[in-house]
């Protein structure tokens, strides 16, 4: 398989959600144009994405929403279940193990770590906070395939050195700052501020 | 000025935080084909998004770090200060308030609603929680210019009209679905689940 971008990757995230918005308000059938002016891309845009996976609808008939929405679901590994490590419960872990959508998309919360002596054996929702010093044992027995890390900055790099050691080859950051991992690890940056400067931006920039 | 696109403006963001890390390091001068080493586009593409803000750097010399930041900076709105209004003091608001790259960035709450009787009047760090009965009044008082919303889906449209119509013009929506603003409004959505599905991808599609 060619190498996909990870923009490509994550406009395929984009077309997902809206093509469940569209089989929810019952729309049947939808073509490329009408992906791309949802989603703000260009149709060319949108075949292209899908073109690397194969081919999906019928020229001048566009696609069945369910059919597609199923299949980028399945080139996303969407329909596996995922099983993901919190590395860190602080305000941002506590937020994420309440938030729905994870679940939703297949990504289920298995596993609390932290270093904070008050907070391990205490319980957040129904899991018990456990020990970061004996993370490789918990990863293990949890079958631990992704790791979040919400972890102050100046600790960030140490955890996530000792997630990549135990094993763990998928791991999403919040901590603000580019993180090294080896060979055949992903690691995806989550910067809550980068929606905020499309906004200053805008406010910037518009007429006034 | 060109209509400028989304992604030109996110992949700014993403030079803008890669320079920073490059003057934390002492670099003093960068070529647009490090950059998009580093950022993990072509550097064709760093030119072309740069090169819609007008001229930087030198042919054969590459740019200067401190510079291009700064011009950077300066098209993103990132050297004002934006007043922020909270809508929703969960988990997530929660978050958010301690989330300190906000203010660094220029992004300053000023001002907590939650439409919950038994929050409305406690505190959050230095602010208190205010009635959300009373938005247009303290949106007002507080000069508010963008809101986050971090409310229950079921809500989240009928809290987005009543900012609009309290005359927000920029908004950062944390509720799981798309919402419908008026002309001249801009809404931005961040879903967290988005790069958890980037990682799935590569977990699905790497070789075993």
Same mark, same amino acid.
């Given at each position: 398989?060619?190498?996909?971008?990870?923009?490509?990757?994550?406009?395929?995230?984009?077309?997902?959600?809206?093509?469940?918005?569209?089989?929810?308000?019952?729309?049947?059938?939808?073509?490329?144009?009408?992906?791309?002016?949802?989603?703000?891309?260009?149709?060319?845009?949108?075949?292209?994405?899908?073109?690397?996976?194969?081919?999906?609808?019928?020229?001048? =008939?566009?696609?069945?929403?369910?059919?597609?929405?199923?299949?980028?679901?399945?080139?996303?590994?969407?329909?596996?279940?995922?099983?993901?490590?919190?590395?860190?419960?602080?305000? /941002?872990?506590?937020?994420?193990?309440?938030?729905?959508?994870?679940?939703?998309?297949?990504?289920?919360?298995?596993?609390?770590?932290?270093?904070?002596?008050?907070?391990?054996?205490?319980?957040?929702?129904?899991?018990?906070?456990?020990?970061?010093?004996?993370?490789?044992?918990?990863?293990?027995?949890?079958? /631990?395939?992704?790791?979040?890390?919400?972890?102050?900055?100046?600790?960030?790099?140490?955890?996530?050195?000792?997630?990549?050691?135990?094993?763990?080859?998928? /791991?999403?950051?919040?901590?603000?700052?580019? =993180?090294?991992?080896?060979?055949?690890?992903?690691?995806?940056?989550?910067?809550?501020?980068?929606? =905020?400067?499309?906004?200053?931006?805008? =406010?910037?920039?518009?007429?006034?």
């Amino acid at each position: 398989m060619k190498k996909i971008s990870d923009s490509t990757i994550s406009r395929l995230s984009k077309y997902y959600r809206t093509l469940g918005r569209l089989i929810a308000q019952k729309v049947k059938t939808v073509s490329s144009d009408e992906i791309a002016e949802i989603d703000g891309v260009t149709s060319a845009q949108v075949r292209k994405d899908l073109s690397f996976f194969g081919t999906f609808g019928k020229r001048g =008939l566009g696609y069945s929403t369910a059919d597609l929405q199923h299949n980028i679901g399945k080139i996303l590994g969407l329909f596996k279940k995922w099983n993901v490590a919190l590395v860190g419960v602080g305000n /941002i872990g506590h937020a994420l193990v309440d938030y729905q959508e994870f679940k939703k998309q297949g990504f289920e919360i298995k596993l609390l770590l932290d270093n904070d002596e008050n907070k391990i054996g205490t319980k957040v929702g129904d899991l018990e906070i456990k020990s970061f010093s004996d993370a490789p044992t918990h990863l293990e027995d949890e079958k /631990i395939q992704i790791a979040i890390v919400a972890v102050p900055a100046n600790v960030a790099q140490k955890v996530v050195n000792s997630l990549t050691d135990a094993g763990v080859r998928a /791991i999403l950051n919040f901590a603000p700052l580019s =993180l090294k991992v080896p060979d055949g690890v992903m690691i995806k940056n989550e910067n809550m501020s980068i929606e =905020l400067e499309a906004l200053s931006y805008f =406010l910037t920039n518009r007429r006034k």
